[in-house]
C-alpha cells in the first residue's frame, strides 16, 4: 500500500500494488503544472487506487490533442492524481506526492521534443518517445 497526499493532508490516494509504469514527461504542460521542467508521474489501474478527501477538477486538452482530468485538493491547490483519455481506467499519481525516494525509476520518457537542452535521463530502462 502507498499513500500519495499534498503538505495540507486534505486529500490522499491510497495505491494498492506496484505502479503499472512510472514515466518522466517533458511537455510544455507539465512544466507549467509542476513549474519544474518535467513531470513524474506513476500509473496504477482505477480500481487499485482510493481516494480520500474532497477534490476540484479541472480538464484541459493537451499537445497530443487528447484529454487530461485533473483532481486536486481545493485547499492547497495541489494535484493528487489525474487521468488521461489515452490510458483510460488508469490514474497518474506524481510520485513526488508519495515522498518515498526508493520510489521505482522511470521507464519511459515522453515529449523530449520539449525537453530543457541541460535535463539529461539516464540511458538504460527509459524508453524515450519524441
Not at 514515466?23 to 513531470?39: A, M, N, T
Not at 480500481?47 to 493537451?62: I, K, M, P, S
Request: net charge positive.
Amino acid at each position: 500500500m502507498r499513500i500519495a497526499r499534498r503538505r495540507c493532508r486534505a486529500l490522499k490516494a491510497r495505491c494498492e500494488g506496484e505502479p503499472t509504469q512510472v514515466s518522466v514527461c517533458h511537455c510544455l504542460e507539465c512544466q507549467r503544472r509542476k513549474g519544474s521542467v518535467f513531470g513524474v508521474q506513476a500509473r496504477f489501474p482505477m480500481l487499485c487506487v482510493t481516494t480520500d478527501g474532497e477534490f476540484r477538477t479541472y480538464e484541459r486538452v493537451g499537445e497530443s490533442g487528447l484529454w487530461a482530468r485533473y483532481h486536486f485538493c481545493p485547499g492547497c491547490g495541489a494535484t493528487v492524481f489525474y487521468e488521461n483519455e489515452d490510458l483510460p481506467g488508469a490514474y497518474a499519481i506524481p510520485v513526488g506526492a508519495f515522498a518515498d525516494p526508493t520510489f521505482a525509476h522511470p521507464t519511459r520518457s515522453i515529449f523530449e521534443s520539449r525537453k530543457h537542452q541541460w535535463v539529461q535521463i539516464l540511458e538504460g530502462n527509459i524508453e524515450a518517445k519524441p
